[in-house]
C-alpha cells in the first residue's frame, strides 16, 4: 500500500487514471502487481503512483508520466500487455483507462 | 460507495484527480460528502466520479467534467470551497490536486 502522495509534480506531465472493479485478492494478482510495480518505476519518465480501492469496491490507481512517450513505452510494455490481457480474462469486471495531460495542479501538506 | 464505474464518456474531457491522506471517518465529514456530492450533480457538464479509499492508506476521487467551464464552475463552488478551508484545517494531512485534459480512454466491460 502506498502511504504517501506523489508530490513535487510540475506540470506539464501526464496521468494514467485506471479505475476497476474486482473480486478481492483474485489468484496471482498480488504477486503479478508487485512485478510490475517493479517493471513501472525503472520506465524513464516515471513519476510515481498513487493507489486506492474501498474493500469490495472500486478500486483507482494514477500513474504519473514526464510525458507520452514515457506513458506509451509502459502502455506497451510486455509484462504489463500480458498482465492486462490476464486481468480481462480472469480479474476483472470491469475497468476503465483515461489518458490526461495535466497543465494545473496544487496542494496541501500539513506543516 | 460508488459501486459502478463512469461509462460512456468521449473525449475530450477533463479530470479532476483529487488524491489524500486523512484519518478515517473525522468529525462531519460523512455530512459534508453528502452535501458535496449533491452539488455537483447539479453542475451543468459534470459527467459524473469515482472514488476509492484503502483503509488506513490514500482516498483517490475523480471526478470527469465536460470542459473547464464546467470543472471551474465546481472549483469556486461556494460550499466546495468552504469544505475544501475545513479540510485543511481539520480532516486532511495532505492532498493533492491534477487537472487533466483526455484526448484518450478506453475501457473493459465483462461481457
Tied chains: 1, 2.
Excluded: C, N
Aim: net charge negative; proline share 5%; glycine share 10%.
Amino acid at each position: 500500500m502506498t502511504q504517501k502522495l506523489v508530490a513535487g509534480l510540475e506540470p506539464p506531465y501526464y496521468t494514467a487514471v485506471f479505475t476497476s472493479l474486482r473480486p478481492d485478492a483474485p489468484e496471482g494478482y498480488a504477486e503479478t502487481l508487485a512485478d510490475l510495480r517493479e517493471r513501472v518505476a525503472a520506465v524513464p519518465g516515471f513519476l510515481g503512483y498513487e493507489s486506492a480501492r474501498t474493500p469490495g469496491g472500486i478500486g483507482i490507481t494514477v500513474a504519473y508520466f514526464r510525458d507520452l512517450e514515457a506513458l506509451d513505452a509502459w502502455r506497451l510494455d510486455a509484462a504489463h500487455t500480458a498482465a492486462k490481457e490476464h486481468g480481462r480474462e480472469h480479474w476483472y469486471e470491469a475497468y476503465s483507462v483515461h489518458i490526461g495531460k495535466v497543465e494545473r495542479s496544487y496542494g496541501f501538506a500539513r506543516g
